[in-house]
């Protein structure tokens, strides 16, 4: 299953690990995902799979 909001389509992003002698390594940064009950129109039940983020915002424009 993708890591990816099925809203705002927020994926991982990518970085660098910075040690304190300043070696760099790859690391990716994963959004924060939350599995959600949304009902639709039709009164149905869906679990869909949002960013924490999205999730706030949503909350704040109800």
Do not use: W, Y
Request: glycine share 6%; with cysteine; proline share 3%.
């Amino acid at each position: 299953m993708a890591r990816r909001c099925a809203i705002t389509g927020k994926g991982p992003m990518s970085g660098n690990n910075v040690s304190h002698a300043n070696n760099k390594t790859k690391r990716r940064f994963l959004p924060n995902l939350r599995t959600v009950r949304v009902t639709l129109e039709d009164g149905t039940t869906q679990k869909i799979r949002i960013a924490a983020s999205t999730l706030r915002t949503m909350k704040k424009n109800d």
